[in-house]
Each structure stands twice: as structure tokens, then as C-alpha cells.
């Protein structure tokens, strides 16, 4: 396991340019349910804040402000990127994807049929002691799709 | 009587400590002596924990093959043996810091020190508010109105149990602002320490900014209020040369994983007239005189602060790490530490986009540097460290508020122990060069 396998270019690139950051210079779809999650791992410090908003069974926006490795971050711009459009069904089921792979100790392949970019935090699960870092907005996701959906 | 191994450092003499010297110290740790994902391990993290040498793990071994029993309490050869080196080892511990056999107490670590005095401290109000106890646990109690001062750049174990004995007390926690550069405010700390200042509580040498703090002046401050003092010599005593009398403290704790022996021993150093009537922390065996249905009557300290079976094989532990730092020398390791720390704080300064936190090269600090690298997340400098088989520690260090005050939320930091060589120092510097390149920042 190579520490490139770990960072690859795309959670690079997605922990600089990070989709659905910035909480307050988004506002939520008018009509929609949100839900909102704040999430912080006390071991690292990594903290995020995460907004979903639902109408008509549909994932409209991701929002979040967060701060952390590039690990953390990189993985709640994906989440991000992701869910949007997707139906609440659909990010359930993938969430619940992630949190498989992510806790295999990679013994569970990524299928980018299923997971898109974050296919890219499989050599994740290989580094226990980051696990909660690739994990930590996507908890907050389903926190806040539960909420927006109840 | 299984042999002990002999420290290489005891066939040295006075000269000063150099990568030849550290080479033949590293022989005595087995655990250094790994790879890590490939490469030869590189142990930085000793101000989190050290390592152990191997007399010290066959000290703890040799207890357990040749002599475990209860100690005090018994009266057979196994139990008279146990009793024997587990106050044996008190004495050498005492001896190692200056202070009195009678005065030092074991616990499980510096937390529990801390915590032993911040409750015997709430333990002293509801004693002395029942007339229980000597009269002079009055001049002890801390009630609203009086306050207790700590420091910006405390531990968490140092802070913590000071905001909860105000709670409890109902006293007012204050604290020594830090200054940009890493030392503490010492003009504004005339102030803050001052009538109502019942304790003082600060550490030695800071675990993030490796600040030493000047003792002497902030104990002078107490003195004028009379207000005690409680001691966090964690980095100090393991590195330093400390002398508990001589830094007049009324309090001192440190811990015996962070100076070559185990996990679950530490020392608590209190004046014997403090200790003597302080309510005990913890009650129950072997701490007792005369117990009756409804009441007991506690010893003097040391063992009215060591109730139940004790940790006795790593007292013995500690002391054989005692032995083995004095054989080496402690002044001799804190000079080739502050080589490595200068080395090391030097080294990072002139690397493009590191900030190091705390007292500038050049300034007196102790053998650990931690630092900040713009762009990139300390966890993610940890993990591209560790892959070069790199060991330092990441994250808050256990200091929230001194990282809040220095604006950040996590940093990264090496620090040095006596099995550190310049090389060691190099390769870091040299990885943490490429550390932005790397995550493209």
C-alpha cells in the first residue's frame, strides 16, 4: 500500500476545490425539508457542519462547512458532488456502501458504478486511524437526511 | 537472580553525548530497532511517550519471575521481597528529583497526580467545615470568592481538574495569558496572581511550544499571596536535571512513561506538612490505622494517598529508567537534547511555508518542536511522515485553548529523546521539506 494509492489526485483535487462548501453563501431551495449535522471527531479535531435539503424525495442541495485534513474534506466535496440529485433512497444506499468499503480493512472492493469519485477512499480503509476522517460527512449526511425525511 | 543487561552508558564518562554515544543508547531499545513501511523507524514522538530500554522491561519481567506478592501486607519471604524493592524504588525515584521518601507518592500517571490534589484540595473544605482534621487544613480550604490560576499553554491534565475544583469549590479559575512568541506573560501574571490566589498550577516546559517557564518567578508570586504551587513537570523531569526543593514548588507531578518505563506508575512530589494533613483522594486497603463500622483513620503519606493493591512492578520499572537516566547523565541528556531541539526549530524555520510555534531558534526551549505547514492539514503531514517510517505526533497535543490562541487547530510535533541522533533530526527536515510539494500546496 503506497501513500499514493492513499492520496490519489482526485481527493487532492476535491480537498482544494471542495463542492457544497460554505454553508452561509448558500441558501437552502425554497420548499424543500432540510436537515443539518454537525459532526467533530475530538481524536483529530476534524469538523464538519452539513446541510441537506429534500423536496419531492429528491437530494436538491449539499451544503457543509468543515475543517480538517485533506482526507476529511476532500471526502465531504465528493459526498457533496454525489448526492445531489440523487433520490433519498438512492444516498441512503450509498452511504451505506461507503461506510461497507470504508470499514473492510480492504477486504471489500470500491465499484465506481455505485460510489462515483469516492471510489478514490478505498485505499482508506487500508489506514485504520483514517477511517473516521473519510467517514465523518457522510455520518453527518445521514443525520441530516434522517431529520429532513422525518 | 536473571541477569539485568548492563546500559551501554554505564561504561561512560563525562564527555559530551554524540551520534556515536546515541547509537550505542539505541542498541538498548529493541522497539527501535524496526522498519516501518520499509524504512528504518525514526521514533519522534518520545513527548507523548518514550520507549523502553531493555533493563527496564526485564526489571518489570524480573519482579514478576522472582518476587510478585502484595506488598505491605503479609508476612511471608515473597511479600517482604516485593515490599522491599517497591520502596526501594520510591526512594531512588525521590532521590532522582530531590525530594523526600515520605513525600513521594505513586500513582498512575501525571492526570492522576493532578487530579489526587484538585480533590484532597475540595476534600480539605468539607473536612475542615466538620472541624475533621488537623487545624492546619483551614489555611488549605478554597471557597467562592478565592481563585486558582493556571496557564494559556497548559496540558489538558493541568487545566481540566482546575476548572473542576473551582466548580466544585466555587472558586474562580484565572489564567496567564500567552505571548505571540511562546512564553508566558509575565507582567500581566503580577496581576492575575494576587489576594485571593489560593494555588498556582503551571507547567515546567510546555508540550507544544517547548517553552521553559522561569520557576523561580512565578513561585516568588505565589510565595507573596501564599498561594501553592502545583508543579507539571511531565517534559522537565524526564530531560532535565529537577530538583523539587530547590524549585521551592509546593507540588509536583510527572509520568513514568515519558522517561523510559512502562504505562501506569507516575509520581506525585508534595511538602510532607501539606501531604500530612490533606484529606486522602482515594480510600480503602492499605492506606488505613484503625477502621471501625463507621469511620477510619488514615496513615501518613506516602501510603495515605496509595490505597489498594499498588502498580508495583512498574515502580520498579521507573526506578531501574531512573538508574538508567542518571547513569547516562541527565545533564548530559538535556544538553544533547537542546543540540537536537536548536537543530531541529533551526531546521524548520528556514523551510518555505512552516510556521514553528513557540520560542524562535536561538531562545531557550526543551528537544521538541511543533509546527504548522500553510496548506496542509498536520494529520495529512503526519501520515506522509509515517510512509517515510516517521514517527511524530499530530493534533492538539492535548492543548485546545494554547491552540486556539496561536490561531490553529492542529499542529505537528517532533520531540527528541536521548536515542535521537542529528541524523534523525536531518531525515525529518528533510522529509518535511517535501511535505507541500507533495499535497500540492
Redesign the interface.
Request: glycine content about 8%; hydrophobic content about 35%.
Given at each position: 500500500m503506497?501513500?499514493d494509492q492513499?492520496?490519489q489526485q482526485i481527493i487532492?483535487d476535491h480537498s482544494?476545490q471542495r463542492h457544497g462548501s460554505g454553508l452561509a453563501d448558500t441558501a437552502a431551495p425554497e420548499g424543500a425539508a432540510t436537515g443539518q449535522s454537525h459532526q467533530l471527531n475530538p481524536?483529530?479535531?476534524?469538523?464538519v457542519t452539513l446541510r441537506l435539503a429534500v423536496a419531492d424525495g429528491t437530494v436538491q442541495q449539499i451544503s457543509w462547512d468543515g475543517?480538517?485534513?485533506?482526507?476529511s474534506?476532500a471526502s465531504a466535496s465528493v459526498l457533496s458532488e454525489l448526492g445531489e440529485g440523487m433520490s433519498v433512497a438512492e444516498l441512503h444506499s450509498v452511504i451505506d456502501n461507503f461506510r461497507e468499503v470504508l470499514r473492510s480493512r480492504g477486504k471489500v472492493q470500491a465499484d465506481p458504478e455505485i460510489l462515483g469519485d469516492a471510489a478514490a477512499f478505498e485505499g482508506v480503509a487500508r489506514?485504520a486511524a483514517?477511517v473516521k476522517?473519510a467517514m465523518i460527512s457522510w455520518v453527518a449526511a445521514e443525520d441530516a437526511l434522517n431529520q429532513a425525511t422525518s | 537472580m536473571t541477569a539485568v543487561s548492563t546500559p551501554a552508558s554505564l561504561q561512560r564518562s563525562v564527555h559530551a553525548m554524540d551520534n556515536a554515544e546515541v547509537l550505542r543508547i539505541r542498541n538498548d531499545f529493541p522497539v527501535l530497532d524496526q522498519l516501518v513501511n520499509g524504512k528504518p523507524l525514526i521514533y519522534l514522538d518520545s513527548g507523548a511517550t518514550s520507549q523502553n530500554p531493555l533493563s527496564v522491561i526485564e526489571a518489570e519481567q524480573e519482579y514478576y519471575e522472582q518476587r510478585n506478592a502484595a506488598v505491605h501486607r503479609g508476612a511471608h519471604h515473597l511479600a517482604v521481597e516485593a515490599t522491599e524493592v517497591f520502596e526501594d524504588a520510591r526512594q531512588t525515584v525521590a532521590d532522582f528529583v530531590g525530594a523526600q521518601y515520605e513525600e513521594t507518592v505513586w500513582t498512575s500517571n501525571a492526570t492522576e497526580g493532578l487530579n489526587l490534589i484538585s480533590y484532597a484540595l475540595s476534600n480539605a473544605a468539607l473536612w475542615a467545615a466538620q472541624g475533621r482534621g488537623a487545624s492546619a487544613l483551614k489555611d488549605l480550604v478554597i471557597g467562592p470568592g478565592d481563585e486558582i490560576v493556571v496557564t494559556e499553554m497548559e496540558h489538558h491534565a493541568n487545566l481540566i481538574p482546575w476548572q473542576e475544583l473551582a466548580f466544585r469549590t466555587g472558586a474562580t479559575l484565572k489564567y496567564i495569558p500567552v505571548s505571540d512568541d511562546g512564553t508566558l506573560m509575565l507582567d500581566a501574571a503580577a496581576d492575575i496572581v494576587g489576594e485571593r490566589t489560593k494555588l498556582l498550577a503551571f507547567t515546567h516546559a510546555s508540550n507544544v511550544l517547548g517553552t521553559i517557564n522561569p520557576v523561580a518567578e512565578l513561585v516568588a508570586l505565589a510565595r507573596r499571596v501564599g498561594a501553592l504551587v502545583v508543579l507539571d513537570a511531565c517534559q522537565s523531569v524526564p530531560h532535565m536535571a529537577v530538583n523539587v526543593k530547590e524549585l521551592d514548588v509546593d507540588f509536583a507531578v510527572f509520568s513514568g512513561h515519558k522517561m523510559l518505563a512502562p504505562t501506569g506508575v507516575g509520581v506525585l512530589y508534595g511538602k510532607q506538612e501539606l501531604l500530612d494533613v490533606l484529606p486522602p483522594f482515594l480510600t480503602g486497603g492499605s492506606m488505613i490505622t484503625t477502621v471501625t463500622m463507621e469511620r477510619a483513620e488514615y496513615l501518613p503519606a506516602p501510603q495515605r494517598f496509595e490505597a489498594g493493591t499498588q502498580r508495583i512492578s512498574q515502580a520498579v520499572a521507573l526506578a531501574t529508567a531512573v538508574n538508567y537516566l542518571s547513569e547516562t547523565g541527565i545533564d548530559r541528556i538535556h544538553a544533547w537534547e537542546t543540540t537536537l531541539g536548536q537543530r531541529l526549530v533551526k531546521g524548520l524555520e528556514s523551510i518555505d511555508g512552516i510556521r514553528v510555534v513557540g520560542p524562535a531558534s536561538g531562545s531557550e526551549r526543551i528537544g521538541l518542536a511543533a509546527f504548522d505547514v500553510a496548506g496542509?492539514?498536520?494529520?495529512?503531514v503526519g501520515?506522509?511522515l509515517d510512509?517515510r517510517g516517521i514517527a511524530v505526533r499530530?493534533?492538539?497535543h492535548c492543548a485546545q485553548p494554547l491552540h486556539r490562541r496561536l490561531g490553529l487547530?492542529?499542529t505537528t510535533r517532533a520531540s527528541t529523546y536521548l536515542y535521537n541522533t542529528t541524523d534523525d533530526v536531518d531525515a525529518f527536515l528533510d522529509a518535511v521539506s517535501g511535505v507541500r510539494a507533495?499535497?500540492?500546496a
Open positions: 503506497s501513500l492513499l492520496y487532492l482544494k481524536v483529530c479535531g476534524d469538523e475543517a480538517g485534513c485533506s482526507i474534506m489506514y483514517r476522517c | 496542509v492539514h498536520a494529520h495529512d501520515q506522509f510512509d499530530v493534533g492538539h487547530t492542529a507533495y499535497f500540492q
